[in-house]
């Protein structure tokens, strides 16, 4: 295991409260967001966690504050593509990273 404390790295964690019923729907749309998601720049990782019913919790990891920045624009359009899910505006916290601990090389 390898731990890491990098300069830099920038992360947000958003908090969703979203219609229960449409849970594979929402899914579905992660899935095919994939490729997206991946092309934004300097993305290390994104996880999606389900903390209740109808509640998710998402973290996003970038390599800095300025491509988390430039990303920021694409990132308002996927989310758009979840609004009509949403139960209650999501909320959203960002900052640097301050520990990180990764097993990957």
Known sequence: MQVLSRK???????EIQFD???K???VTMLEGFRG???ALPGIQ???????????ITSFAVYDTQEN???ASAEVMKIMGGFAAYFTAPPVGKEGATMFYLSTQS
Not at 8 to 14: A, K, P
Not at 46 to 53: D, K, L, P, R, S
């Open 24 to 26: 594979d729907e929402i």
């Open 20 to 22: 229960h019923t449409k």
């Open 45 to 55: 990782s994104v996880c999606t966690i389900e903390t209740g019913e109808g509640k």
């Open 8 to 14: 830099g790295m920038y992360c947000r964690v958003t």
């Open 36 to 38: 997206s998601m991946m």
């Open 68 to 70: 988390f920045n430039t």
